[in-house]
């Protein structure tokens, strides 16, 4: 692949503009060309262009969409989990999932993962490479065109750390957003990391009003540490500090995510751990339901792997860990495990196809 050649699916409007210039082409093309790309079609499928454009394009750039490798329906709620391969051949996961409030896709942002969480079949193998921001884009496409019904709302929290990929992630914020592509509110998108405290810091220069998640899954440095290694750099305290500060520059809820795993993370003793952390880090003065900002915990029971030896909580431990923190002031929901007939949580499709090569 000659590397000089752009990537039509990573350019908004104006770089669009700028490389139609280049190659002789009049500039309104490039509206036409980023509508119809972001519609699904390739530069050869596009009707009102002329042919010596086409060609053009084909002598001199690249479009690197996704293609579906292998596509899994769930029976039992109808979520949808695709494997798509790369230009590459490396391969990546995305789910869609079905809400009464609309379509919701989970993508990929980058080929494995370096963070190496403990319980996490994505970093198994480490991080092979990171997406460009077509490549995550093209999830999205893909996976409308294939279903045939509208995706209104975006997570990231598919394979990869979105904050250790982060100029191609915010490419992909903004062309995702776009008016004349895909047109998803950034009200709408979720990011997800681990706790990497230099990209939540820019992450809130951004000024962007998506959804931020925090991956936390344990109240005490020890504990983190044992099963997410990103907490020997950004420890407990400095994450949720840097959580405090983005809240108070955007005025945006941040959720926190907490993997419950038998005997490592769900007791009373931790769920008391974890609200007082909470209140303490994330409320003036204390307060539980006055001052500071608002504390949303989103429990999920560990998705089993066959590498890992983690096991899920009883539904007892996870009553009684809910219970304390509501007790606390704290809001926490169980996350209501989607498509599980087609195992539908990210990595081990992925290491499926990988082992079968």
């Known amino acids: 692949m000659d590397e000089k050649k752009p990537e039509l699916l990573s350019m908004l409007p104006d770089e669009l503009e700028e490389y139609m210039k280049s190659i002789g082409e009049p500039r309104y093309r490039a509206r036409q060309l980023f509508e119809q790309l972001h519609r699904g079609l390739r530069p050869e499928e596009m009707t009102n262009i002329g042919k010596a454009t086409r060609a053009r394009l084909a002598e001199t750039s690249e479009l690197h969409m996704p293609t579906i490798r292998k596509k899994l329906?769930?029976?039992?709620?109808?979520?949808?989990?695709?494997?798509?391969?790369?230009?590459?051949?490396?391969?990546v996961e995305s789910v869609v999932m079905k809400y009464k409030h609309g379509n919701t896709v989970c993508v990929s942002s980058q080929v494995g993962c370096r963070m190496g969480c403990a319980f996490c079949a994505s970093t198994i193998g480490g991080r092979v490479r990171d997406l460009g921001a077509g490549e995550i884009l093209g999830q999205v496409i893909v996976a409308q065109r294939d279903t045939g019904e509208r995706i209104s709302n975006i997570v990231m929290m598919g394979i990869g750390e979105p904050l250790d990929n982060y100029d191609n992630v915010i490419k992909f914020l903004h062309l995702v957003n776009h008016e004349y592509g895909l047109n998803i509110g950034y009200r709408h998108i979720s990011l997800s990391t681990c706790g990497l405290v230099d990209g939540i810091e820019r992450l809130r220069a951004e000024d962007l009003p998506i959804t931020l998640s925090i991956s936390l899954h344990a109240a005490d440095d020890e504990t983190r540490s044992r099963i997410m290694p990103v907490?020997?750099?950004?420890?407990?305290?400095?994450?949720?500090?840097?959580?405090?500060?983005?809240?108070?520059?955007?005025?945006?809820?941040?959720s926190f995510e907490y993997t419950l795993i038998s005997g490592e993370n769900d007791t009373v003793e931790h769920a008391e751990r974890l609200s007082q952390l909470l209140n303490g880090e994330l409320r003036r003065n204390g307060a539980q339901h006055h001052g500071g900002m608002p504390i949303h915990v989103n429990l999920i029971p560990v998705n089993e792997v066959k590498e890992r030896d983690f096991v899920r909580s009883d539904e007892r431990a996870i009553k009684a860990f809910i219970a304390v923190l509501e007790r606390r002031g704290i809001r926490a929901t169980l996350r209501r495990k989607l498509g599980p007939d087609i195992n539908a949580s990210c990595g081990q499709l992925r290491r499926e196809a990988a082992g079968q090569e």
């Open 231 to 254: 907490n020997k750099k950004y420890g407990v305290r400095a994450l949720l500090a840097a959580c405090r500060d983005y809240y108070e520059a955007t005025e945006r809820r941040i």
């Open 73 to 91: 329906v769930s029976a039992i709620d109808g979520t949808v989990k695709y494997l798509f391969e790369l230009y590459d051949g490396n391969c």
